[in-house]
């Protein structure tokens, strides 16, 4: 059976494989921006930028053939862990098979490329590379605060991506969320089916630390924390004998759990599971611990905090400090002085240090993950 642990982590490797896909792109984009040189006239100018958004067109397009052969073998590797995580007990080899073959998987691959086609790359560099001639012609700023600005602008941007929709959001962020989604997706399938094959309409979700809540939630099930580690029914409301034969009720499961609803229980970036419950079976779960999960038992800078609210505050740094890193190698890139990109680096690592000391919470390094360019590792910018 998987676990919220194992979906967490699942994604790891394919949004390393984003991040140096995007710092190949973003690096060679800001290389191009210092190329351009110094200001001529007009035409000229825009001539230069049309030559270099050509060039940068096709460079992307040999990464992304790349990088879309790699995506699928990372894909294929990451099913065959779920296939053997998810059909223990009573399923066969051939509906083994046809959970490897499923829907899920071609979905993933294509989701996952098309989130690096529709890539911001070329137009970011036009637009910076338009603004640098604005900025330098008009003689308010120097050509080197000019191409500083246009390399901070590119770096802090990133490299978006239109997700899910409408949803723009960096190329790594989309894809750990393709991933994370798709996987427990198809696990949540393969778990309902399991309770037809074995006539059970009870199941039981899964729970875990920081748990997703917010004070005025979208819609009942958005708090992922009240409807968690408890058992439900597929079918309605029914009771159930547990164990130690005391009666519960089951609340029905799509109505309480917002089962296939974005922002509901196997929706976007949600790590819950679950799987058949059988009557007369244990409580993975007992009231007293769902309550310890969701309490402000941690402190945060002399505040009580729950689990969530910790986390969210570690994600913050882990988001700043990916943010200095692209911005320290992107003026590196440029030729420019780096110096205090890094300093202001050091100064959030420094803080996600605090943030983990205080709160006992493991950092995610792969969150702060930017990218090795051309297979290099460069100076002091990588936990």
């Known amino acids: 059976m998987i676990t919220p642990r194992w979906l967490s982590a699942a994604s790891d490797e394919m949004m390393r494989l984003y991040a140096d896909l995007e710092d190949a792109i973003k690096t060679d984009m800001c290389r191009r921006m210092a190329r351009l040189g110094r200001i001529s006239d ?27 052969r790699r995506t ?38 294509t989701d996952l490329s098309n989130i690096t086609k529709t890539s911001s790359a070329v137009t970011d560099f036009v637009n910076a590379a338009t603004n640098l001639y604005m900025q330098t012609a008009s003689g308010g700023f120097s050509y080197q605060d000019a191409l500083k600005d246009a390399v901070d602008g590119m770096a802090a941007k990133g490299l978006h991506t239109i997700a899910y929709g409408t949803r723009e959001m ?31 309409n ?46 519960h009720t089951a609340q029905d499961f799509y109505a309480v759990t917002g089962y296939g609803e974005v922002d509901g229980l196997c929706g976007i970036n949600c790590r819950h599971t679950f799987w058949p419950y059988y009557e007369g079976g244990s409580l993975r779960y007992d009231d007293e611990e769902l309550k310890e999960y969701r309490a402000k ?23 700043m400090i990916r943010g200095w890193k692209r911005r320290a190698e992107c003026e590196s890139a440029a030729g420019l002085d780096d110096t205090a990109a890094r300093m202001r680096l050091g100064l959030w ?35």
């Open 42 to 68: 007009s035409t000229r100018w825009q001539a230069k930028i049309l030559d270099e958004a050509g060039r940068l067109t096709g460079d992307i397009a040999k990464q992304l053939a790349k990088y879309d």
């Open 202 to 247: 009870l199941v039981m979700v899964s729970a875990h630390e920081g748990a997703r809540h917010t004070d005025k939630p979208a819609n009942p099930w958005s708090n992922h924390d009240e409807w968690q580690g408890k058992v439900y029914c597929l079918s309605g409301v029914r009771t159930f004998i547990d164990s130690d034969g005391q009666e």
């Open 72 to 109: 699928q073998k990372a894909v294929a590797v990451l099913f065959k862990v779920l296939v053997t995580k998810n059909t223990r007990g009573p399923l066969s080899a051939n509906q083994r098979q046809l959970l490897a073959a499923a829907t899920g998987y071609k979905d993933l691959v």
């Open 297 to 319: 038992n941690l402190e945060l800078d002399g505040k009580k905090v729950s689990r969530y609210e910790a986390e969210q505050e570690l994600r913050k740094t882990e988001r």
């Open 170 to 200: 960096s190329v790594e962020a989309a894809a750990r969320m393709c991933v994370l989604t798709t996987l427990n997706q198809t696990a949540a399938e393969q778990s309902i089916q399991n309770a037809q094959d074995t006539e059970t």
């Open 349 to 383: 690592q420094a803080r996600r240090t605090s943030v983990c000391d205080q709160t006992g919470i493991s950092p995610d390094y792969a969150r702060e993950y930017i990218g090795v360019p051309d297979g290099k590792q460069p100076r002091g910018i990588r936990p």
